[in-house]
């Protein structure tokens, strides 16, 4: 559930970037982070676990203005997607108000991108929350590699797509898709506060 400050008149939402390990994540995390401006983000932090890192920050998007009175800061982290690290993710997904979910778009990743949705399941379900109606946004990542390497968009919502959730092509390395799913799933969460 958003936190809520009243003397600062401020909601504070809480996005997860989940998936499996190397799809991703942290280079959205970068190039978002690299693109707000200054006085509007706090720093890109660190929770070092034993190989991979959990990253975090929070921002204030000013295009989204005030929702009935209040500013929305939006605090997003990533998790560690290696198999290893379950405990991590669901500590990490505790209190999330939405996640994006980004998948690696290489035909040798399908199992692991399948394999990883059906733990974000579990794990959401084990918070006492109801998956079906759990604000997710879709991001099939690395749509820059050559095709024939690459499951084709209409195999990838087949496969993981069975909710019908919003779901974008992107190329995180260089920012193609990355706001667009960072738009909707902020209005996602928003619309559901
Ligand atoms: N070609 C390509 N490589 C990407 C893309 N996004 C991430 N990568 C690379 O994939 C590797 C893993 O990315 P990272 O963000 O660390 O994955 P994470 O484990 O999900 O946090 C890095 O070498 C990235 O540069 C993309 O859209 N295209
Ligand atoms: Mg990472």
Redesign the pocket.
């Known amino acids: 559930m958003a936190l809520i400050n009243v003397a600062a008149r401020e909601i504070h939402c809480k996005i997860v970037?989940y998936?499996?390990?190397?799809?991703?994540?942290?280079?959205?995390?970068?190039y978002i982070h690299s693109q707000v401006p200054r006085d509007t983000k706090g720093d890109l932090l660190s929770i070092a676990t034993e190989t991979?890192r959990t990253?975090f920050f929070d921002f204030l998007p000013l295009e989204l203005g005030k929702v009935r009175g209040f500013l929305t800061r939006f605090h997003l982290y990533?998790v560690?997607?290696q198999v290893l690290y379950e405990r991590t993710r669901v500590a990490v997904l505790n209190g999330a108000d939405g996640v994006v979910f980004?998948a690696?778009s290489q035909r040798q990743k399908m199992q692991e991108n399948i394999d990883s949705l059906k733990e974000l399941a579990r794990n959401i379900t084990k918070q006492n929350k109801n998956f079906r109606d759990f604000p997710i946004v879709l991001q099939y990542?690395?749509?820059?590699?050559p095709s024939e390497t690459l499951v084709p968009i209409s195999t990838l919502d087949k496969y993981l797509n069975g909710m019908n959730w919003q779901r974008f092509a992107?190329?995180?390395?260089?920012g193609?898709g990355v706001f667009e799913t960072l738009r909707a799933i902020s209005k996602l969460v928003i619309s559901k506060l």
């Open positions: 970037y998936g499996p390990g190397m799809c991703g994540k942290t280079t959205n995390l970068k991979e990253l990533t560690p997607g980004v690696d990542n690395k749509r820059d590699l992107a190329v995180a390395t260089t193609v």
